[in-house]
């Protein structure tokens, strides 16, 4: 049973102010690109994991395992997970093999879950998880997690510049919150863009770039300082939008067309301004078995 599961970027992610559990607020308007995740369920007698790739953890502590024990306690899954979305990389990859492991799970343990089922399961592991079982675009509110779809038109074409390393998520929150508060910036209610909503559904890829907002973007530039060239040189290359993605290091571009997005890999690529470039359109479903 093999499910494959996109990678998201976002569009819109407002960062309210610190809750009393700890987390923030967000307004984060997901969008579902076409950089895949596999993920293969096959019978085992025991929770196992094995991957293509070698920063990917594989006990416990793999989102996927702990998909698999959430749905169905004590029962056993071989889990094999083909990488391509960068790790640690703000593309919510690990979100992503979780919700694959979910739907994977389910169609072969015959479970009958539906999607929403899957879903509520999903937000027990993680905020992203709902998300990548929905894809396409959606804002979700609170933590992220309660999710409702955005009306979009046409297909956007995305460029993303993939860094070395990864960036965590919970120290590039810290260092929002820090940098806000040396700052002494007044932290608002985050609400929905009138402006990415209006893009996204007139189709108007040109709205939509001057409309990209990341809060967590000054975080994470403080901790990798090179991610400003890296978006300093899709501006200077014709992007129409460029942003961190979600909480870093990968750099997003939106391009103007199919074409203009090949020619920003090129270019991003030769610049010596990442380690790689990759090209990726959007909005795609969710997690599908293949
Ligand atoms: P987000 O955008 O949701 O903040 P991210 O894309 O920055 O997440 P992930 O790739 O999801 O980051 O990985 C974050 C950490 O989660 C990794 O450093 C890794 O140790 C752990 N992890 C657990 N399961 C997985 C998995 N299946 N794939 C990748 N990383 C995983």
Redesign the pocket.
Known sequence: MTVRVPAKVNLQLSVGPIRDDGFHDLVNVFHAVSLFDEVTASESDRVEVVCDHAD??LGD????VRAAHALAPGRGVRLE?VKNIP?????????A?AAAALVACNALWNLGRTTEELMEIGGTLGS?VPFALLGGTAVGTGKGEHLTPVETSGVYHWVFALADG?LS?PKVYGECDRIREATGEQVVWPTLSESLTKALADGNAEALGASLVNDLQPAAIMLRRSLHRTLDEGRELGALGALVS??GPTCAFLAESEMHARELVVSLRGSGVCRDAVTAHGPVPGAAIV
């Open positions: 990917v953890p502590d793999n989102l996927a997970i790790i640690a990389g703000g593309m919510a990859g690990g979100s093999d992203d990864g998520t979600g909480s």
